[in-house]
């Protein structure tokens, strides 16, 4: 019901005041499981390709925005349970992959829609970033649900990271023809297979994207640019320091 409630007044704000375009719904099934494979430009990704569904989608989110204390964590929280997020703890690698899987065969085995973003962080310049396997493909393996390439189209020039109010223009979402990987069942712990999955999806996205892709994964690149920016500082810096001449 809370679902319902969030969805007719925040997808209705954003569908009134964004006017996103839709391609592709055609290929979201009416019923039963599937795992809605994404890129990730924005925070408003999650609430975008909700809000443009008739079913309801069910993602994974970080579990801070569950805990944080005090009345405005009590509000977000609320809020992304309110849309169909589910938290998962990332302080340790492994075992927010094992949570996040878990979480996602839980959505699905009840018939409804699991989103996932494969590059698992947004992209830090607009391009699109190597997948990784551990969290899509093993769902995928594992539930032999059919996975849908989604691709979320200008959402970063709507609200950059770091960027709270909005820029009102169009995005849009291209939805593409489901993947069948009913092949590859019962090998959802070769990594091999679970690569191959991967970047099958990740090469679909890319097509219906239209993103540059780059071979590698979005919080390597994240690193490379923080160490980037913070060379450029140290160059740009007086010699002197402070007070020089």
């Known amino acids: 019901m809370f679902y319902g409630m969030m969805k007719l007044s925040v997808g209705g704000g954003l569908r009134l005041a964004f006017r996103p375009w839709v391609e592709g719904l055609e290929n979201i099934p009416k019923e039963g499981p599937a795992i809605l494979a994404s890129n990730h430009l924005s925070f408003s990704d999650s609430f975008f390709l909700p809000a443009m569904l008739d079913r309801k989608v069910t993602f ?16 977000t929280a609320a809020f992304f349970k309110g849309v169909g997020q589910l938290p998962v703890d990332r302080s340790g690698a492994r075992g927010a992959g094992e949570a996040a899987i878990r979480s996602g065969l839980e959505v699905l085995e009840r018939g409804e829609l699991f989103g996932i973003y494969p590059e698992g962080t947004r992209s830090p310049d607009g391009r ?7 969290g899509l493909a093993r769902v995928a ?3 032999g649900a059919p996975v849908i390439p989604v691709a979320m189209i200008d959402t970063e020039k709507i609200q950059p990271p770091g960027k709270i109010v909005p820029k009102l223009m169009r995005p849009g979402i291209r939805i ?10 019962g090998m959802e712990n070769d990594r091999f297979i679970l690569r191959s999955v991967t970047d099958e999806v990740m090469y679909e996205i890319m097509k219906l994207s239209g993103q540059e892709y780059v071979d590698i994964y ?9 160490e980037a920016k913070k060379k450029a500082e140290a160059a740009e810096d ?3 320091g402070p007070g020089s001449e």
């Open 141 to 143: 393996l594992a539930s």
């Open 218 to 226: 979005a919080t390597a690149a994240k690193r490379q640019i923080a």
């Open 238 to 240: 007086p010699a002197g």
């Open 176 to 185: 593409g023809k489901p993947l069948d990987f009913s092949r590859y069942h």
């Open 60 to 75: 994974i989110a970080k579990a801070e925005y569950f805990t944080s204390p005090g009345v405005k964590g009590k509000l």
């Open 128 to 134: 699109l970033y190597r997948g990784k396997p551990g």
